[in-house]
């Protein structure tokens, strides 16, 4: 099967709740019926405020009660909380809030992972000829440093792992090997370093095993690849939807103590059910 069809089959037996606090978009509102008619989960509308919210803002943040009941009073926050006291097991957001707004409702409601310091996002990229690969980070971190790096390429493997069944990570750059330099190349040469993925690479190299054997790196069968900065990422995976008819289902958000989905504003109905699927195989 597919990771896509892994996905919703596993979403399907485990019934799992999703908070969709943006049920005023039509497309949202159809996804959620898709969702619920096909078993996939069980879509869950925002609840009236409670000071369970409001107490788990302030545990979470150590925010004063004024300014947590402030928050809950908007719906990505409610959200948040809804699934920090476990009345939703993930969220979903994203067609009609910016990137931004999500990122600070699941950052103070739901909080990041223990050990996480670099929360990153990652799309599953379905291509028409059966081919699905990761890309990352194409929606959070605009200029990641070395370190940084890292800690994405290594959330990205660990989804991939999660996702794909098995993770080969190639760190991307304008060079292979020591054949080029500069502040970009040095720190993806660094990031892999760090993290003994494969790196830095060219795109034709990371996934042409000929290519890959002519410049000496790799094997040519990446199927997680991170990018050196948001700019390449984000182009990157736009060109692939426009030129190769790819589906990108995301950004998911790693690094997070609970599952959240951050949709593109573009989204679909049918994205917006398979993008909550592979959202909900993070669980």
Not at 71 to 81: T, W
Not at 109 to 126: A, E, H, K, N
Not at 137 to 166: H, Y
Not at 176 to 195: C, M, N, P, Y
């Amino acid at each position: 099967m597919s990771a896509l069809e892994t996905a919703i089959a596993g979403a399907k037996a485990r019934k799992s709740r999703v908070v969709m606090p943006e049920m005023e978009d039509d497309r949202i509102a159809q996804a959620a019926e898709h969702l619920r008619a096909d078993g996939i989960c069980v879509p869950v509308a925002l609840g009236d405020n409670t000071e369970a919210y409001v107490s788990a803002l302030m545990a979470a943040r150590g925010v004063k009660e004024a300014v947590a009941r402030r928050m809950v009073a908007r719906p990505l926050y409610r959200a948040a909380a809804m699934v920090a006291v476990g009345e939703a097991d993930a969220m979903v957001a994203g067609a009609v809030a910016s990137t931004k707004k999500v990122i600070e409702a699941a950052s103070i409601g739901i909080g990041l992972d223990d050990g996480v310091t670099v929360p990153s996002s990652f799309f599953l990229m379905r291509f028409p000829s059966g081919r699905e690969v990761i890309f990352a980070d194409c929606g959070l971190n605009v200029d990641p440093d070395a370190e940084a790096l890292a800690a994405i390429a290594q959330a990205s493997e660990r989804s991939g792992r999660t996702l794909l069944g098995t993770a080969r990570v190639a760190l991307l750059s304008f060079s292979t090997g020591a054949s080029g330099s500069g502040a970009s190349v040095d720190k993806v040469r660094a990031a892999a370093e760090i993290t003994g993925f494969v790196g830095p690479v060219q795109g034709d190299a990371a996934l042409n095993p000929t290519v890959a054997e002519k410049k000496g790196l790799g094997a040519g069968d990446a199927n997680v690849l991170v990018f050196p900065s948001l700019d390449a990422g984000n182009i990157a995976y736009k060109l692939a939807q426009e030129l190769a008819g790819a589906q990108a289902l995301g950004p998911i958000l790693q690094g997070f103590r609970k599952p959240v989905c951050d949709l593109s504003r573009g989204a679909t109905v049918q994205d917006i059910v398979d993008a909550t699927a592979v959202t909900l195989a993070l669980a």
